[in-house]
């Protein structure tokens, strides 16, 4: 079964910061995806990866940058914490997106990230 | 552009009564449906989904869903509801080559 790990629970930061948010799936899949969830708006796409150093926007990509240096680890960087990003932090990895999306998401956990 | 609706933000239902869980969707293209759900402080588990062929699709824990195209619809249905179905559910569209577009998501209360 795939598992995807989110390396913190729950993160308190203070505004201004950098933070690092860290993901890795065990399953050798090529897409990875960060989300953020709010009551009300669902998930929002902050950015996603194809492939080891590639990155793609999202919907939301304001205030976040990404890396992927290995296959399995998909980092989320908030390069400058502001109160607008406390959030639910969501991460979710896909085998493949070449069948054209047919098959489901898998997430970890979440993170859940209070900047004061 | 893609875009799902839930349009009911919670939906009570007593214990063994059935459950509906609604979704509405717009997609250019064929349409690839999910149902995910999340226990509190836990992330997405996927539910059932629909690609093609029969418009009823069964998925985990006795949860079924009905495609219905003219509607643009994707409800979530299930028997007889237990009080362990109360969770955050979410409907979510896909099409070739798009990427995943998630509804606000509709907390169900099962109550005892």
């Known amino acids: 079964d795939v598992k995807v790990t989110q390396s913190s629970r729950y993160l308190v930061k203070r505004t201004g910061e950098k933070v690092f948010l860290e993901c890795v799936q065990d399953?050798?899949?090529?897409?990875m995806f960060w989300y953020r969830q709010d009551p009300g708006l669902g998930l929002r796409l902050i950015y996603f990866?194809?492939?080891?150093?590639?990155?793609e926007k999202g919907d939301i990509p304001e205030g976040y940058s990404v890396s992927r240096e290995k296959k399995e680890r998909f980092s989320l960087i908030l390069e400058s914490a502001s109160t607008n990003q406390t959030s639910m932090y969501l991460c979710?990895?896909?085998?493949?997106?070449?069948?054209?999306?047919?098959?489901?998401?898998?997430f970890g956990d979440g993170t859940r990230l209070s900047i004061l | 552009a893609q875009s799902v609706a839930q349009p009911e933000d919670q939906v009570n239902v007593a214990e063994g009564n059935p459950l509906t869980v609604k979704c509405t969707y717009s997609?250019?293209?064929?349409?690839?449906l999910f149902w995910y759900v999340q226990y509190p402080n836990r992330g997405l588990q996927f539910l059932l989904k629909?690609?093609?062929?029969?418009?009823l699709v069964k998925g985990s824990y006795g949860f079924e869903a009905e495609f219905n195209k003219s509607q643009t619809s994707f409800h979530l249905k299930k028997p007889s509801a237990l009080v362990s179905d109360s969770a955050l559910y979410f409907c979510?569209?896909?099409?070739?080559?798009?990427?995943?577009?998630f509804g606000p998501g509709t907390r169900l209360s099962v109550l005892p």
């Open positions: 990866s194809y492939d080891v150093k590639m990155k």
């Open positions: 979510a569209v896909n099409s070739y080559g798009q990427n995943f577009v």
């Open positions: 997609v250019s293209g064929n349409p690839y």
């Open positions: 399953m050798d899949h090529e897409n």
């Open positions: 629909y690609i093609t062929g029969d418009n």
């Open positions: 979710a990895s896909i085998l493949d997106r070449g069948e054209g999306g047919n098959q489901p998401q898998h």
